[in-house]
């Protein structure tokens, strides 16, 4: 009796300590772009970077806070770095004009709006161990959440290097993310510090754009 009480004893042990360990384990974490867009069709993710780069707020939705701030984190690279607001994964909504990117559990809710994307990340699995675990939904509303027409340069710009990066380092993906960053925020600086110097902007906005090698959706 004392031998089985023993074994039971040491059973109850290892699955209090098995249990503890489950709870503890680290959510799985998107490392790198081409996972994430592996889960998205072709135009959710245009839709996704279009509204990063163009200042709406993405919300990510997900009960597994470091899945959620992983994604998060991939989407602030499509952003010069001093552009990044990105309150990471919190209980509380935060209105878009106080942050862009904003991480929350499932069941906080979101307002509708243009200026306003929200993508759910789930899972079927209660403690996920990887990624493909994972799928991601974007809340689309068909009137609100339209790709520009035509489309910004930098959002092709950004999902060909996307695709490029299926087949190369992801250390030469990011090395011409900045740069392609970097080169829109230098037109943008220089369009509006020119536009702000000239009397009559309107009459001048079409040979500046031609200059910058841009468009009114750039």
């Given at each position: 009796?004392?031998?089985?009480?023993?074994?039971?004893?040491?059973?109850?042990?290892?699955?209090?300590?098995?249990a503890?360990?489950?709870?503890?384990?680290?959510?799985?974490?998107?490392?790198?772009?081409?996972?994430f867009s592996?889960?998205?069709?072709?135009?959710?993710?245009?839709?996704?970077?279009?509204?990063?780069?163009?200042?709406?707020?993405?919300?990510?939705?997900?009960?597994?806070?470091?899945t959620?701030?992983?994604?998060?984190?991939?989407?602030?690279?499509?952003?010069?770095h001093?552009?990044?607001?990105?309150?990471?994964?919190?209980?509380?909504?935060e209105?878009c004009?106080?942050?862009r990117?904003?991480?929350?559990p499932?069941?906080?809710?979101?307002?509708?709006s243009?200026?306003?994307?929200?993508?759910?990340?789930?899972?079927?699995?209660?403690?996920p161990?990887?990624?493909?675990?994972?799928?991601?939904?974007?809340r689309?509303?068909?009137?609100?959440?339209?790709?520009?027409?035509?489309?910004?340069?930098?959002?092709?710009?950004?999902?060909k290097?996307?695709?490029?990066?299926k087949?190369?380092?992801t250390?030469?993906?990011?090395?011409?993310?900045?740069?392609?960053v970097?080169n829109?925020?230098?037109?943008?600086i220089?369009?509006?510090?020119?536009?702000?110097?000239?009397?009559?902007?309107?009459?001048?906005?079409?040979?500046?754009?031609?200059?910058?090698?841009?468009?009114?959706?750039?």
């Amino acid at each position: 009796a004392v031998v089985s009480t023993q074994s039971t004893g040491s059973q109850d042990s290892y699955a209090r300590e098995r249990a503890e360990t489950l709870v503890e384990a680290p959510s799985p974490k998107f490392t790198n772009i081409t996972e994430f867009s592996d889960m998205l069709k072709g135009s959710d993710l245009k839709l996704i970077i279009q509204n990063v780069v163009i200042g709406n707020q993405v919300v990510v939705r997900g009960q597994h806070p470091a899945t959620v701030d992983s994604i998060l984190t991939l989407l602030s690279t499509f952003l010069p770095h001093h552009c990044v607001l990105n309150f990471g994964y919190l209980h509380h909504y935060e209105p878009c004009y106080a942050c862009r990117l904003l991480g929350l559990p499932l069941s906080v809710h979101v307002p509708t709006s243009g200026q306003i994307l929200v993508l759910d990340v789930m899972s079927a699995v209660e403690r996920p161990r990887d990624i493909k675990s994972f799928g991601i939904e974007v809340r689309r509303c068909p009137d609100l959440h339209k790709l520009l027409v035509p489309l910004p340069k930098i959002v092709d710009e950004i999902t060909k290097l996307i695709d490029i990066s299926k087949s190369h380092e992801t250390e030469t993906y990011n090395t011409a993310l900045k740069a392609v960053v970097q080169n829109w925020a230098s037109k943008s600086i220089s369009y509006f510090l020119a536009v702000k110097s000239m009397i009559d902007a309107s009459s001048a906005e079409a040979k500046l754009l031609n200059i910058l090698q841009a468009d009114e959706n750039d």
